[in-house]
């Protein structure tokens, strides 16, 4: 995931979908049948989501590469290469018809972890902030974005059931500092009346500091009615300074704050678990999420 300011990009690459309704109907069995590599850009002359999920025949993975189709990601051990060429589902008013992105991402890690954490506090979905920050470039061929540069940050999770049986919500943020450190934020309230919250600070050689609990604040709701919150030092309140999704489960924002005395832009995710639990909702992601089980290569 990046941001540069005006242009941005979110790429993930799953295995067995946790937001496909195709695994959940099927009972999440068959994971390597159930994979997808999603694309979001974000530009000022109009957003792109791509969120195809394929077939087993689609994929190809190993060690030190990861392919869906026509995507895939190769690590070399310095840098992770995504190359991309999706459809982009329609997104009115400003697009009505399908459209093809394509192009290049290339991800410098700044620093490697070696932790990974418990966000449910039981150890059936767990996370790791793999490179907190990194150097990122943004080549396209389709999609009539501008390539550029910017900042970027690589995680991992990973469950053993479903997100809507771990989670009644959360909040998820992430931020560069002023000081050149990252600072990463899960609030969450489980499934059985728990509450989760992990606070990290992460400096450019990868060392992981946990802090104390933040003063959260409820943000404005989107079109769905999806609640969202965020954190700031004691004497500050969060400003949501864009929308980037807004669905009926899930919300991605830009949100401006304060944290350990330095102002920081954090890109900002924000889940209902009980949304996404509903079968209806899980109704509405094949027009987000179309499934083409059987991959043939484009001529």
Same mark, same amino acid.
């Given at each position: 995931?990046? %941001?540069?300011?005006?242009? +941005?990009?979110?790429?993930?690459?799953?295995?067995?979908?946790?937001? /496909?309704?195709?695994?959940?109907?099927?009972?999440? @069995?068959?994971?390597?049948?159930?994979?997808?590599?999603?694309?979001?850009?974000? &530009?000022?002359?109009?957003?792109?989501?791509?969120?195809?999920?394929?077939?087993? /025949?689609?994929?190809?993975?190993?060690?030190?590469?990861?392919?869906?189709?026509?995507?895939?990601?190769?690590?070399?051990?310095?840098?992770?290469?995504?190359?991309? %060429?999706?459809?982009?589902? =329609?997104?009115? =008013?400003? !697009?009505?018809?399908?459209?093809?992105?394509?192009?290049?991402?290339?991800?410098?890690?700044?620093?490697?972890?070696?932790?990974?954490?418990?966000?449910?506090?039981?150890?059936?979905?767990?996370?790791?902030?793999?490179?907190?920050?990194?150097?990122? &470039?943004?080549?396209?061929?389709?999609?009539?974005?501008?390539?550029?540069?910017?900042?970027?940050?690589?995680?991992?999770?990973?469950?053993?059931?479903?997100?809507?049986?771990?989670?009644?919500?959360?909040?998820?943020?992430?931020?560069?500092?002023?000081?050149?450190?990252? #600072?990463?934020?899960?609030?969450?309230?489980?499934?059985?009346? @728990?509450?989760?919250?992990?606070?990290?600070?992460?400096?450019?050689?990868?060392? #992981?500091?946990?802090?104390?609990?933040? =003063?959260?604040?409820?943000?404005?709701?989107?079109?769905? +009615? #999806?609640?969202?919150? &965020?954190?700031?030092?004691? +004497?500050?309140?969060?400003?949501?300074?864009?929308?980037?999704?807004?669905?009926?489960?899930?919300?991605? /924002?830009?949100?401006?704050?304060?944290?350990?005395?330095?102002?920081?832009?954090?890109?900002?995710?924000?889940?209902?678990?009980?949304?996404?639990?509903?079968?209806? #909702?899980?109704?509405?992601?094949?027009?987000?999420? =179309?499934? @083409?089980?059987?991959? !043939?290569? @484009?001529?």
């Amino acid at each position: 995931m990046s %941001d540069c300011g005006r242009y +941005g990009v979110s790429v993930i690459a799953f295995v067995g979908s946790v937001f /496909s309704p195709y695994y959940a109907w099927r009972g999440r @069995r068959d994971p390597d049948d159930h994979v997808c590599i999603n694309v979001a850009l974000y &530009a000022p002359g109009g957003n792109r989501w791509t969120m195809t999920e394929r077939g087993r /025949s689609a994929l190809d993975r190993g060690p030190g590469h990861f392919r869906v189709g026509p995507s895939r990601l190769d690590w070399d051990g310095r840098a992770l290469t995504i190359a991309f %060429d999706e459809i982009a589902v =329609p997104r009115p =008013p400003r !697009q009505f018809l399908p459209q093809r992105v394509a192009g290049r991402i290339t991800l410098v890690p700044h620093a490697i972890t070696g932790r990974t954490f418990d966000i449910d506090l039981a150890g059936r979905q767990r996370w790791w902030p793999i490179a907190p920050s990194g150097d990122i &470039a943004v080549e396209f061929d389709k999609g009539g974005i501008p390539d550029w540069t910017g900042h970027g940050y690589l995680d991992s999770n990973w469950g053993t059931v479903g997100l809507e049986h771990s989670f009644v919500r959360w909040d998820w943020a992430r931020g560069a500092l002023a000081d050149g450190e990252s #600072v990463i934020l899960y609030d969450a309230d489980l499934i059985d009346g @728990r509450k989760a919250f992990l606070v990290l600070r992460i400096d450019a050689e990868g060392r #992981v500091a946990e802090k104390g609990e933040l =003063p959260w604040s409820a943000l404005e709701r989107g079109f769905w +009615g #999806v609640g969202r919150g &965020a954190h700031a030092d004691p +004497g500050h309140r969060p400003v949501i300074a864009r929308t980037l999704e807004d669905g009926p489960f899930y919300m991605r /924002s830009l949100v401006d704050t304060v944290l350990f005395g330095q102002k920081v832009r954090l890109m900002h995710e924000s889940l209902s678990g009980t949304r996404f639990a509903n079968p209806i #909702v899980k109704a509405m992601l094949p027009f987000r999420m =179309p499934r @083409r089980a059987h991959y !043939q290569p @484009r001529a």
